[in-house]
């Protein structure tokens, strides 16, 4: 089946540093990928949608300067957390949409701490 | 704009027991329906349902859709405790070009 990894699986910063997250789909490739974040005992949050070579689109109320996402080729986008400050601890999670552009397969997602 | 809901939004069983989870859509340009498993980590697919009236089946898991009343639902017979987890719905909107999720049903499989 399809695997999408992610790196790092956890990850503990201090406020004001930069951290940057990669996805990979690593059988596939994904035209699209998509950037949630999910908070204890609440439901995925949807922060960008993302296509190979061109400039993500953001869903309301996410700060594009603040999360950089850059999908170069067709198996790999990256999310950074810029200027971290503690209320950006979340579990991370991306996933990569298969050519038929049907099924989503999600990666197994980044748990931020910042202090 | 696109909805999904999931009901019940939490179930506790026994093991052994079987439930059913249901999930309702109301999106444009409807191609599928996705089921996902969510444990501790990220979510892992489960089924995509294109077709009315089609079961498909995985072990005691099994999902089917009804086009025409715009839901779906996911069966676990003989539950056990590995079956805990929230189970996700999503459609897919081709449009759009993301999916929207519901919020989820947490199931508690009690030994």
């Known amino acids: 089946g399809a695997v999408v990894s992610q790196h790092p699986s956890w990850v503990i910063c201090k406020s004001g540093t930069s951290v940057k997250i990669e996805c990979r789909s690593l059988d596939f490739q994904a035209t699209t990928m998509f950037w949630y974040r999910q908070f204890p005992k609440q439901s995925l949050m949807l922060m960008a949608t993302?296509?190979?070579?061109?400039?993500?689109?953001?869903e309301q109320g996410v700060e594009k300067d603040k999360f950089l996402i850059n999908h170069a080729s067709l198996t790999l986008s990256t999310l950074t957390v810029t200027s971290a400050h503690p209320e950006d601890s979340s579990f991370y999670i991306c996933?990569?949409?298969?050519?038929?552009?049907?099924?989503?397969?999600f990666g197994p997602g980044t748990r931020l701490l910042v202090l | 704009e696109d909805k999904v809901v999931q009901s019940p939004l939490s179930l506790v069983v026994h093991e052994g027991d079987t439930v059913t989870l249901n999930c309702s859509y109301e999106?444009?340009?409807?191609?599928?329906l996705l089921w996902y498993k969510q444990e501790k980590k990220a979510p892992t697919f489960l089924f995509m349902l294109t077709s009315s009236g089609i079961e498909k089946k995985s072990g005691r898991l099994s999902s089917i859709l009804d086009k025409k009343e715009l839901f779906s639902i996911l069966n676990i017979t003989a539950t056990q405790t590995g079956d805990s987890a929230v189970y996700l719905c999503a459609v897919p909107n081709t449009n759009a070009g993301k999916s929207t999720f519901g919020d989820g049903t947490t199931l508690t499989v009690k030994p």
């Open positions: 996933s990569a949409r298969d050519v038929a552009g049907e099924t989503q397969y």
């Open positions: 993302s296509n190979e070579g061109s400039k993500a689109t953001y």
């Open positions: 999106v444009t340009n409807f191609r599928s």
